[in-house]
């Protein structure tokens, strides 16, 4: 398992220890109302590792405390992971970013488009353009999540049983076919939507890699990072190293309440790159210190910087906002100022979404409330982990940027 330890003293980097303290102290008082019942958090800057904070139970029944090797579902933290696996196949010259999808998975080049009417008897129109591989990387591709609630279209994906998961027994490419058969939510590139475009992204690795897409992870992400914990499963004698996951009570939402979620010992069926990964916190700053790197880590080179550069831009139209561009999000603060790149998140303006950070500032998050960021200019990492449905329940990734940036001396 991997090592998740202090290596500097804060001063060293330029951090206030004090400073750093207040993450701890502002995190425990979730801890203490059992709105959550234990988090894990680590920052890095230039590359050493200058907090860490273990607090409370990874599972409040059981007594088992958070502990350096706690595993964690990671939920949509995999897209980024998955991103970078494209990313590594388009610096091959496999598929060019404006490629087609259906290239590689036909079945979407028959896609119609939602205009009007009820999920059970829609309008459609044909698409006015293909869908391009980068808008899968973008949520751009008019694609959605049956969870959102939102939409016809939504409706349409719980109908098929997408809501949380998949049908019992479907993989990749059959999910992928059931997904491409319902209409879109908008033509491709005219707005921005959370959705499952990056487990369609995974389906395109495994078709132009000729493997599964937990073995192409294994053998050219995690492996070469180190990253000894990643994996769409958790073998049975390591699961009781994993977090319980939590969610408000109905009765008292501001008390955790446990949601019994079984969690695969082997390989599943269906290989979600868009949420499916197990993880933990020093796995996950290894792959967070590669991108920081511009592509490389302990001499192993997965992306060259200029790739690295390039995902970190904003690739919305006109430079939008996702606040401007985007579907509205279940999320627990606003996205102004801030745009999206090929895999996450891009703070373009950090004084619009009033919450300190830089630009170029690059993140996302799970859906159990974990969340990760890479700053560049000031050469800082942090992952948070707690395990907490939904996301948008406390505002636990804003505060925390607050309190990181606080901390900053030098």
Request: aromatic share 10%; with cysteine.
């Given at each position: 398992?991997?090592?998740?330890?202090?290596?500097?003293?804060?001063?060293?980097?330029?951090?206030?220890?004090?400073?750093?303290?207040?993450?701890?102290?502002?995190?425990?008082?979730?801890?203490?109302?059992?709105?959550?019942?234990?988090?894990?958090?680590?920052?890095?800057?230039?590359?050493?590792?200058?907090?860490?904070?273990?607090?409370?139970?990874?599972?409040?029944?059981?007594?088992?405390?958070?502990?350096?090797?706690?595993?964690?579902?990671?939920?949509?933290?995999?897209?980024?992971?998955?991103?970078?696996?494209?990313?590594?196949?388009?610096?091959?010259?496999?598929?060019?970013?404006?490629?087609?999808?259906?290239?590689?998975?036909?079945?979407?080049?028959?896609?119609?488009?939602?205009?009007?009417?009820?999920?059970?008897?829609?309008?459609?129109?044909?698409?006015?353009?293909?869908?391009?591989?980068?808008?899968?990387?973008?949520?751009?591709?008019?694609?959605?999540?049956?969870?959102?609630?939102?939409?016809?279209?939504?409706?349409?994906?719980?109908?098929?049983?997408?809501?949380?998961?998949?049908?019992?027994?479907?993989?990749?490419?059959?999910?992928?076919?059931?997904?491409?058969?319902?209409?879109?939510?908008?033509?491709?590139?005219?707005?921005?939507?959370?959705?499952?475009?990056?487990?369609?992204?995974?389906?395109?690795?495994?078709?132009?890699?000729?493997?599964?897409?937990?073995?192409?992870?294994?053998?050219?992400?995690?492996?070469?990072?180190?990253?000894?914990?990643?994996?769409?499963?958790?073998?049975?004698?390591?699961?009781?190293?994993?977090?319980?996951?939590?969610?408000?009570n109905p009765m008292d939402d501001r008390r955790a309440m446990r949601l019994e979620n079984p969690t695969p010992s082997t390989p599943p069926t269906f290989l979600a790159g868009g949420g499916g990964l197990y993880s933990t916190t020093a796995d996950y700053l290894r792959f967070l210190?590669?991108?920081?790197?511009?592509?490389?880590?302990?001499?192993?080179?997965?992306?060259?910087?200029?790739?690295?550069?390039?995902?970190?831009?904003?690739?919305?139209?006109?430079?939008?906002?996702?606040?401007?561009?985007?579907?509205?999000?279940?999320?627990?603060?606003?996205?102004?100022?801030?745009?999206?790149?090929?895999?996450?998140?891009?703070?373009?303006?950090?004084?619009?979404?009033?919450?300190?950070?830089?630009?170029?500032?690059?993140?996302?998050?799970?859906?159990?409330?974990?969340?990760?960021?890479?700053?560049?200019?000031?050469?800082?990492?942090?992952?948070?982990?707690?395990?907490?449905?939904?996301?948008?329940?406390?505002?636990?990734?804003?505060?925390?940027?607050?309190?990181?940036?606080?901390?900053?001396?030098?």
């Amino acid at each position: 398992m991997g090592e998740l330890q202090v290596d500097t003293e804060p001063g060293e980097v330029g951090f206030s220890a004090d400073r750093l303290a207040r993450i701890e102290q502002r995190f425990a008082r979730y801890v203490e109302a059992d709105q959550i019942t234990g988090f894990q958090v680590a920052v890095t800057r230039h590359g050493r590792v200058a907090y860490v904070a273990n607090h409370g139970l990874r599972d409040r029944e059981e007594g088992l405390p958070t502990e350096p090797a706690t595993i964690y579902r990671i939920y949509s933290m995999t897209k980024a992971v998955t991103t970078v696996a494209a990313m590594m196949l388009h610096e091959e010259g496999a598929f060019e970013l404006k490629d087609p999808v259906h290239r590689w998975i036909p079945s979407f080049r028959d896609s119609r488009v939602y205009v009007s009417g009820p999920a059970n008897a829609p309008a459609t129109e044909p698409l006015a353009r293909p869908m391009q591989v980068w808008h899968l990387m973008t949520h751009t591709a008019g694609l959605t999540y049956g969870f959102h609630h939102a939409h016809a279209v939504d409706e349409m994906y719980r109908t098929a049983g997408f809501e949380w998961g998949q049908p019992r027994g479907m993989d990749l490419a059959a999910a992928c076919d059931v997904w491409a058969g319902i209409p879109l939510l908008f033509q491709p590139g005219t707005e921005w939507n959370y959705s499952v475009s990056v487990d369609v992204l995974g389906r395109l690795v495994e078709v132009i890699s000729d493997q599964t897409l937990d073995r192409f992870l294994a053998e050219r992400i995690f492996e070469p990072l180190g990253m000894v914990d990643t994996a769409f499963h958790v073998p049975e004698a390591e699961q009781r190293r994993l977090a319980a996951l939590y969610v408000p009570n109905p009765m008292d939402d501001r008390r955790a309440m446990r949601l019994e979620n079984p969690t695969p010992s082997t390989p599943p069926t269906f290989l979600a790159g868009g949420g499916g990964l197990y993880s933990t916190t020093a796995d996950y700053l290894r792959f967070l210190d590669m991108l920081r790197r511009g592509g490389e880590l302990d001499g192993g080179r997965l992306l060259g910087p200029r790739t690295v550069d390039y995902m970190t831009l904003n690739h919305l139209p006109a430079g939008e906002s996702l606040e401007t561009f985007g579907r509205p999000l279940f999320s627990e603060t606003t996205f102004d100022g801030t745009g999206f790149g090929l895999g996450f998140a891009v703070v373009d303006d950090p004084a619009a979404g009033k919450v300190p950070g830089s630009r170029g500032e690059l993140s996302w998050g799970g859906a159990a409330s974990t969340a990760f960021w890479v700053d560049p200019a000031e050469d800082i990492t942090a992952v948070f982990m707690t395990q907490l449905l939904p996301s948008s329940t406390w505002p636990f990734r804003s505060q925390l940027r607050g309190l990181v940036s606080q901390a900053i001396i030098a």
